[in-house]
T-cell receptor
Framework: TAGITQAPTSQILAAGRSMTLRCTQD?????MYWYRQDLGLGLRLIHY???????GKGEVPDGYSVSRANTDDFPLTLASAVPSQTSVYFC????????????FGNGTRLTVT | GQNIDQPTEMTATEGAIVQINCTYQ??????LFWYQQHAGEAPTFLSY??LDGLEEKGRFSSFLSRSKGYSYLLLKELQMKDSASYLC??????????WGAGTKLIIKP
């Protein structure tokens, strides 16, 4: 089934540790995004990539980094996790970074203790 | 600042009609999206409006008034499976998506 795959599904991480959240899409979409979703708040954009080889900062980029070496993969790295990064993380893609709808992965639930 | 407002929660009866409103204040406008998100799942795309008026898709319709900064999602013939959160999102002048916090819709038999 075509779509976006995120891994892991959930993770408990000790504060100060690093972690990479994986995201792979097989739709050949140009644009990819990382969002975090917290109770009572709208989805907040962490980082985005309009095409392979380029990345940009979203609304809440601090403490996170991304890379886009190819079209399919868009990993999100937390270099040194803090409890405020406890959240549900969604990776998404769209055919183009304009008015194309976003397709979301199933999310990674991360708890930083 | 940029802002999207939606009611936090709504309750409706199975078989009825419900209207979920969304008002927005953004730097420019390049389209409005509605997504459905069941608890513990990913958001899924429902509708897209860029011009004023009503877009109908089966039991779901979405309306946009750009001059009023207003949209609504209309759900007809409600089914229990429609219990979910409904997210409104607006693309601003930089094509960034601004998201509302979502409206949790509870359907009662």
């Amino acid at each position: 089934t075509a779509g976006i795959t995120q891994a892991p599904t959930s993770q408990i991480l000790a504060a100060g540790r690093s972690m990479t959240l994986r995201c792979t899409q097989d739709m050949r979409h140009n644009a990819m995004y990382w969002y975090r979703q917290d109770l009572g708040l709208g989805l907040r954009l962490i980082h985005y990539s309009n095409t392979a080889g380029t990345t940009g900062k979203g609304e809440v980029p601090d403490g996170y980094s991304v890379s886009r070496a190819n079209t399919d993969d868009f990993p999100l790295t937390l270099a040194s996790a803090v409890p405020s990064q406890t959240s549900v993380y969604f990776c998404a893609s769209s055919a183009e970074p304009d008015n194309s709808p976003l397709h979301f992965g199933n999310g990674t639930r991360l708890t930083v203790t | 600042g940029q802002n999207i407002d939606q009611p936090t929660e709504m309750t409706a009866t199975e078989g009825a009609i419900v209207q979920i409103n969304c008002t927005y204040q953004t730097s420019g406008f390049n389209g409005l999206f509605w997504y459905q998100q069941h608890a513990g799942e990913a958001p899924t795309f429902l509708s897209y409006n860029v011009l004023d008026g009503l877009e109908e898709k089966g039991r779901f319709s979405s309306f946009l008034s750009r001059s009023k900064g207003y949209s609504y999602l209309l759900l007809k013939e409600l089914q229990m499976k429609d219990s979910a959160s409904y997210l409104c999102a607006v693309r601003d002048s930089n094509y960034q998506l601004i998201w509302g916090a979502g409206t949790k819709l509870i359907i009662k038999p």
